[in-house]
Every structure is written in C-alpha cells, then in structure tokens.
C-alpha cells in the first residue's frame, strides 16, 4: 500500500478527496461536466478557474516561504499589475500590455528581495510596506476609479479556453510545470532549500544566498503579476481596492497546508498548488451548499488550526507519547 | 545607545510636519484639530498599545482589526437586541476577548508555533464569528451612547477633549507605566531579547505569552467599545485592515520588530503622525485618501531602514575597538 501511495501529499490527497466527496452530497451535479461551445463547463472546471490566482501566488508563496521568508505583498502587486495592464489594455496589443504588468511585478519583486536580501530586513516587515503603500500606488494608477476596458485580446486571457480547458487553468499549468522544471530540473530546488534550511551555513558552503533571496521574491512578484493580470481580465476591470485583497493570506495558508514548514527548508510545489485547489474546493462547496459565503472564513480559521496543530513538532511529540504508553501497556 | 534614540527621532518627525502643515494650513495648529485628531484615532491608539507589547516580546497579533470588528456587533446586538444592559455586554465582551487572546497564546506556546500563523487564524475565527453575529450594521440607540458621545472636557480655543479620547489617553499613560515600571514590563522585554536567555533567568515564558496576548486582545475589546461609542453602531466590517495600521504606528515609533525594544510612547507619536497624515489630506481636499496608505509606506520604510542602519553603527565601532585592540 505505502508502496503505491506517495509518502509526501498523501493528507493533502485525502483531505481534497474528502472536501469533494462532501461537495458531492450537497450538490449532486457536484462531478458534471458538459461540453458547450468547446468548452467544459461544470462544477470542477469552476474549482479550477477560481482557484487559478491562488494557486499561481502559492508558486511563488511556497518558494518564499522555503527560503524562511513571507511575502505580504502579492495582493497588493496583484492590484498594481492588474490597473497597469487593464490602463493599457485598449490603447496597446496584448504583448506589450503583458510585458508591462509582468515587469511591473518583477520591479515590485526586485524591491522586496533587496530590501531583505540586501538590506537585511526581516521578510515580514520588508514586504509589509509594499502591501501598506501597493494599494495606494494602484489607486494612483487607476485615479482612484474601476477602470473597464473591452480589449478582446486580455478578454481572451481570463474568458477564453484552449482544449476544452479555461486559459487561466492553461496558464497556471504552464507555470507550475516552468517552476517544476526551472527548480526541480536544476539544483536550484536544493540551494533554496539549504538557504532556508540554514543561511548562515548555506553561505559557507558557497551557496549564493543573497541571490537565491533575491530570485525567489522576483519569482513571487511575477507570479503574483500574472495572477493580477487575470484577475483583472476574468472581471474585464481593475479594482485597485478590492482586487487580491487578503489572497496574500489564503496563499500563505495554501502553502501551509501544502505542508511547507513556516521555518523554511523542504518544500512541494505541487501540493502547494494542491493546498490552493483544497481551499477553492471548499469555498466553492460552502457556496454551492446554501451556507452564507461568511461561513468560509470559520471554516478556514479551523483548518488552519488543524493544520497547524499536526505539523507542530510539540503535537507529533505528544503523539508518540502516547504511542510509546500505549506499547509499553499492551 | 549612540545617537538620537528612535523615539526622539518619531517625535522630531511629528514636530516637523505639523509645523510644515501649520505652515500651510494655519488652521491646523488649533486645539480643535488636535482634540479631533485625538478623537479620530483613539481605537488605534488603544489597539496600538497592546500591539507594542506583542511586538517587544517578539510577537505578532494579526487579529486585533476582527476583534474589534466582532466586539462591535456583539455589543450592538447585546444592548438592542438581547436587551443587556450596557454595562453587563461590555464586561461580557471585555471577558470574552481576554479569554481569545489568552486562547491564541496559549497554542503559540504549548505547540510552539508562528504567532504570525496563529493569530492569522484568530484574525479568520473572530471575523467568521463577527459575520455569523449580523452582516448588517446595527445601530446603537443606547441611552449611555448620546451622553459619552456628548461628554467632553473643553480646551482652550474651543477644542474638544472627547470621552473617547480621554479613554485613549489614560490607557496610554497606563500602557508605558505597565511597560516600563513594573516586573510584567522588564519580563516583556528579556522576552524579546531572547526567549532561551529569558527563560533561564526565571521567567515563567508560558504564562508570559498568554499574558501578553491576552493583554492584546483585552484592548483590542476596549478599542471595539470605543470603536462603537465612535460610530454609534455594530458592524462585521468594521475595522478592517487596523492591524496592519497599528503595526505601522508601533513601528514608526521605533520599536524594533524583532522584539527586545521599544517604548508606548513612540507608538501613540506613531499613532498622531498617521493621523497627521490623514489631517493634511483632509484639509488639502485635492489629495485622494489612498496618499495616506503611500505616505504611511514611506514613513515604514524610513523607519525600518532607520533601525536597519542605527543596528549596523551599533555593531561597528565594537569591531573597530577589538581590531585595535590586537
């Protein structure tokens, strides 16, 4: 059994399966899925083309949070990227709408790494400006107003479909399978791991820690664009005030329940993705089962605890405790 | 400790820039604008304080701004719904609060986790808690709401000193004698210095923690019921996003975030200058409101890179005498 079942993920899986086996009783259209206009349409789809922003800030959460860091700020680079590209959307062609939200996320990125990377702050206080001052800077750039725009070419972006599947799903596919192998296929992967793991000794042994700081908040930051990028495309508009807001925090929590440590080191970029599919599962279940939408946040705050509580090292000690009674009774 | 401490330099700060808007809105340098820039910014001032206690001891506490928010809805709901007296809710809440905030402290310490993490669920349960209550804003029409919310002390010029403001002031006061002059305060700080250090010195960690978070949330319930008394009404929506603003308020007033340093006093400077901020917009009339989250953002990271620098001339010249030294 152990044999076919990954050792890694295997809470994850679960838990996914049993929030969607629970989506099934209140909804029984829950698994449907139609063709129509060649596009898939159902339940499930919709789980994944919500869950795409999520999903894309937890790829760049979750390299992060491996070098022992936190980024605050991807809502608020969210907001900026999304008013950048939907400012520009009708007045210029998709590539270089693209070109300027993804380079404004990569700026937004560069600062947050130099400040703790080079400046030597701590991650959460480094990015917590950017995610005081982000909303602000969009508002600037949006003139305070919901800027709409009717360029087919972003419209496409967050509305259309490649295969059957939505192009926000594409695109999150895409980059998780970039990420994979840029991280995975190199020793990247392993070099954040060392520099979260321990820094000070990563950097004696020769590891380019500061560099490795710098390129995983960079990575966050494009992420992050791509993922204001769509935001802003699915709704055909930026709300500078509302769009990403508090996704910083469902990123992180996806992450966590990815099962990467806080205290950085290993990390799973799949399960990270897989953490952000089990928190939309559940938020489109509570929806679908009649709850008021308030109800996601009580439901989030328990399974955070949960979470929390089985990673605790003080928690899994206790259970071995216990174990270890029990044998020496029986 | 070389050169200017931090909390002279957020006071310089402060100075400055209300003489600058004196200077262009001579208006302002009135007690009436003080009076309701106290007034406006007496929940955060209040919130503010027991966040100083969080961040010294080398904690975070995201769910001050949903404490705040819940308490609201539950004293509203209490007194025009339920039909408790005013004074019973608000010993109730004031209860209630403590008993979250000792909750939240308690699983930092038994499980030994991130207090970023834990009080990010605390911050989810108490706004969940809040929206479950009402999502609707409910009014308060409570015979003690009009006679706080009339009471004020009059300062000269024809300023208002307002109930709420005076709460602020006195939980202040009270806050920095609790921080600096008792045995609960000296333990906040070795806390921060160094929890293995402190906790080999004979301070009782555990209890600390609870203590402190405690503490935080018990002002977060305080600051509600100011918050209420502010606006006359309970709502779930209350209050978002004021832990983010009473961070910035405790940090611009010089106290380190990673603990082991800092002052009550910086944080209600920290305080007056976000409301500054938010005066001169006020009075500008030309400048949108999200110039505050900006200037706000400017003022953290001049802070930050301040303490950033004062750490790094604090280490040097030690490097310098030990080389001469040899």
């Known amino acids: 059994m152990t044999a076919l079942l990954p050792r890694r993920g295997l809470a994850q899986i679960l838990a996914l399966i049993v929030i969607l086996a629970v989506d099934r009783l209140v909804s029984p259209q829950f698994f449907d899925l139609r063709l129509q206009d060649g596009r898939l349409f159902g339940s499930l789809i919709d789980v994944l083309n919500r869950g795409t922003p999520v999903a894309l800030l937890s790829l760049g959460m979750v390299l992060v949070i491996a070098t022992r860091g936190i980024d605050l700020s991807v809502g608020a680079v969210m907001a900026i990227c999304g008013a950048i590209a939907a400012s520009l959307a009708d007045s210029h062609g998709l590539p270089i709408v693209l070109a300027a939200a993804l380079g404004a996320g990569l700026v937004c990125g560069l600062w947050n790494g130099f400040l703790v990377a080079v400046l030597g702050m701590q991650p959460i206080v480094a990015t917590l400006i950017l995610m005081v001052a982000g909303r602000g800077i969009a508002q600037l750039i949006t003139e305070g107003r919901i800027v709409t725009f009717s360029s087919p070419d972003l419209v496409w972006l967050g509305n259309g479909s490649v295969l059957g599947l939505p192009v926000p799903v594409v695109i999150a596919l895409g980059m998780l399978l970039l990420t994979g192998a840029v991280v995975r296929g190199s020793a990247l992967g392993l070099l954040i791991e060392a520099t979260g793991g321990n820094a000070r000794a990563s950097e004696l042994a020769g590891v380019g820690t500061r560099a490795m700081i710098l390129s995983v908040y960079v990575w966050c930051g494009v992420c992050a664009a791509l993922a204001g990028v769509i935001a802003a495309a699915d709704i055909m508009g930026a709300d500078a005030n509302n769009s990403g807001l508090w996704l910083e925090l469902d990123a992180i929590l996806a992450v966590v329940i990815g099962g990467t440590s806080l205290f950085g080191g290993r990390f799973s970029l799949v399960l990270a993705v897989l953490g952000a599919l089990i928190i939309q599962t559940m938020n489109t279940g509570i929806l679908l089962s009649g709850y008021p939408p308030e109800f996601n946040l009580l439901v989030k705050a328990v399974v955070v605890l949960a979470v929390l509580l089985l990673q605790s090292p003080k928690f899994s000690g206790l259970a071995g405790i216990a174990a270890r009674l029990r044998r020496t009774k029986a | ?326």
Request: charged share 5%.
């Open chain 2, 1 to 326: 400790m070389k050169g200017l401490p931090p909390v002279l330099i957020t006071a310089i700060v402060l100075v400055a820039g209300f003489a600058l808007c004196a200077m262009q809105f001579p208006n302002i340098a009135s007690t009436r604008v003080v009076g309701n820039l106290l007034t406006d910014n007496a929940f955060l001032g209040i919130v503010a304080t027991g966040m100083t206690f969080v961040i010294i001891s080398g904690g975070i506490d995201l769910s001050v701004g949903s404490v705040i928010g819940f308490t609201t809805v539950f004293v509203a709901l209490a007194i025009e719904r339920w039909g408790v007296p005013p004074l019973v809710a608000f010993v109730a809440i004031l209860a209630l609060s403590a008993a979250f905030g000792a909750a939240m402290g308690a699983v930092i310490h038994v499980f030994d986790l991130p207090p970023f993490i834990v009080t990010l669920a605390g911050m989810f349960l108490a706004r969940g808690a809040s929206f479950l209550l009402s999502t609707e804003s409910v009014p308060i029409t409570a015979p003690i709401y009009s006679t706080v919310s009339d009471f004020a002390l009059r300062m000269p010029g024809g300023g208002r000193l307002t109930a709420i403001a005076i709460i602020m002031l006195v939980i202040v006061i009270g806050g920095a004698l609790l921080l600096h002059l008792t045995r609960f305060g000296a333990n906040v700080y070795a806390l921060g210095g160094s929890r293995t250090t402190a906790s080999l010195m004979g301070v009782a960690v555990g209890k600390m923690t609870i203590k402190i978070y405690m503490l935080s949330s018990l002002l977060a319930g305080i600051a509600g019921i100011v918050f209420s008394f502010y606006t006359s009404a309970g709502y779930s929506l209350s209050a978002v996003g004021v832990e983010l603003d009473s961070i910035a308020a405790v940090v611009i007033g010089g106290t380190l975030l990673t603990g082991g340093q800092g002052s009550v006093i910086g944080t209600f400077l920290g305080v007056l200058i976000q409301g500054l901020i938010q005066t001169y917009i006020n009075f500008d009339g030309t400048l949108s409101s999200w110039w505050t989250k900006i200037a706000t953002g400017v003022l953290l990271f001049a802070f930050i890179a301040l303490q950033q620098g004062l750490v790094a001339l604090a280490r040097r010249p030690v490097a310098k005498r030990v080389g001469a030294a040899s």
